[in-house]
């Protein structure tokens, strides 16, 4: 069981240009969340999603910012046009059937934007 | 593992007690830091703690941390229905950032 897997553990990106961040949910679960840590600050929701469903988005910016959970494949952060306040540590989180069955979360994706 | 690791794992008192939940780790840590979930919603961030804090408080929350015995409580004084969610620690260190499993707690009105 290889946990919930996320890629790149580090990305630099210069600013303009787009970043993705993938999540590749734990063996079984469906329920995918999005979460993102400025420095030294807690981290704060940014989406839910099932699988080819955005559930729950409130917490994403409106502009630049999307993800997707296709029905093949891990779940997508796309950041595009990024900014230096985009540099970040991104979390994802996976659950089997939504967060009363418990999250487990990757080790994140550090964002840098030079 | 290297995750923190809360105890219990679940915890039911009365409205108006004390709740107090546990969270060990492993690795040397920048900061901890304690999260709530309510029942379907994401993690809400409720305190941090730097590496070289012993005590912190914010409301009706009470964290200590003990960097030599690597464990940290999260005190919750008069405890409201409200309360009731599940509670993880996260450390960082710089280069890993874990969660725990969380305490699963229920206030009962």
């Known amino acids: 069981n290889a946990g919930v897997m996320q890629n790149p553990r580090h990305l630099v990106r210069r600013r303009g240009q787009e970043a993705r961040l993938r999540c590749s949910p734990m063996?079984?679960?469906?329920?995918v969340y999005w979460y993102r840590q400025l420095p030294e600050e807690g981290l704060k929701f940014m989406v839910y999603?099932?699988?080819?469903?955005?559930?729950?988005e409130s917490g994403m910016p409106k502009e630049r910012f999307s993800a997707e959970f296709p029905k093949e494949g891990p779940s997508i952060l796309r950041i595009q046009q990024v900014v230096r306040g985009d540099s970040a540590a991104y979390f994802c989180?996976?659950?089997?059937?939504?967060?009363?069955?418990?999250?487990?979360f990757g080790s994140g994706t550090r964002l840098t934007v030079v | 593992s290297q995750q923190g690791e809360e105890d219990p794992q679940a915890l039911s008192i009365q409205e108006g007690e004390n709740a107090t939940m546990n969270c060990s780790y492993k690795?040397?840590?920048?900061?901890l830091q304690w999260y709530r979930q309510n029942s379907g919603r994401g993690l809400v961030h409720l305190i941090l703690i730097r590496s070289n804090e012993r005590e912190k408080h914010s409301g009706r929350l009470r964290v200590t941390l003990d960097t030599s015995k690597k464990s940290s409580s999260l005190l919750i004084t008069a405890s409201r229905a409200a309360d009731t969610a599940s509670y993880f620690c996260?450390?960082?260190?710089?280069?890993?950032?874990?969660f725990g499993t969380g305490t699963s707690l229920t206030v009962i009105p």
């Open positions: 989180a996976s659950s089997p059937a939504g967060a009363n069955y418990g999250y487990t």
């Open positions: 999603l099932q699988k080819e469903n955005i559930i729950d």
């Open positions: 996260a450390t960082d260190n710089d280069n890993q950032f874990y």
């Open positions: 063996k079984g679960h469906s329920h």
């Open positions: 690795t040397s840590i920048n900061n």
